[in-house]
Structure formats: structure tokens, C-alpha cells
Nanobody, 121 residues
């Protein structure tokens, strides 16, 4: 079973760039039909999808965050990362990484446990 673990700073100052890493075990980040996402949940709000990178290294972002987001992967470390630039307190959230495994019409999701990020001076 695929397992994911987020890591990164818990506190970021406004205007800085947030960098988070998701380390994958139990599966390869290069496996066909695996889609690797970043998702966040601000306090008191629902889940917000940020973007994903797929097994071909293609990326796709939420239009509302596209201008500030970048997702990349390191196949040698079996990791993928999120960079979110020019952060504000509104970017405070629990950030999750997730993999969606697509097999025909079947989709299986595996989540990391999440990591709290607070944007504050």
C-alpha cells in the first residue's frame, strides 16, 4: 500500500515562498496512472485542491492558485514538492499530499496525514 508523508516548515512569513515535500513509500512516483496532488484545508473551510503532477511529469493547477504554485518531483528520492510563492495569512491551512490511482473507472486515493502551515510575521 502506498504511504505518503508531508514535511516542511510549520511557520512561514508573509511574502515568502512555502516549500513542502511529500515522501512516498510502498510505490514509485513514476508508476503509470498515478496522479500526485497537493490539497489544503484552511481553518473552518473545506478542502481546496492546489494541483497535481502525473507519472509523465505533466502538471495541472487550480486556476485560483496557478500563478503562485509549482509542483515538481524528484524521482531519485521518490518525492514530490509544492512551492507556493508570495504567501499571505490566507494561505494558513493544513496541507495534504495525495495519490490517486486510476484503473479504468476505478479511482483509489491515499492521503498523507497532513501538515499544519501557518503564515504569520
Amino acid at each position: 500500500q502506498v504511504q505518503l508523508q508531508e514535511s516542511g516548515p510549520g511557520l512561514v512569513k508573509p511574502s515568502q515562498t512555502l516549500c513542502l515535500t511529500c515522501t512516498v513509500s510502498g510505490g514509485s512516483i513514476t508508476t503509470n496512472d498515478y496522479y500526485w496532488s497537493w490539497i489544503r484545508q484552511p481553518p473552518g473551510k473545506g478542502l481546496e485542491w492546489i494541483g497535481w503532477i502525473d507519472y509523465r511529469d505533466n502538471t495541472y493547477y487550480s486556476p485560483s492558485l496557478e500563478s503562485r504554485s509549482s509542483i515538481s518531483r524528484d524521482t531519485s528520492k521518490n518525492q514530490f514538492t509544492l512551492q507556493l510563492s508570495s504567501v499571505t495569512p490566507e494561505d494558513t491551512a493544513v496541507y495534504y499530499c495525495r495519490v490517486r490511482i486510476v484503473a479504468g473507472s476505478i479511482k483509489d486515493d491515499y492521503w498523507g496525514q497532513g501538515t499544519q502551515v501557518t503564515v504569520s510575521s
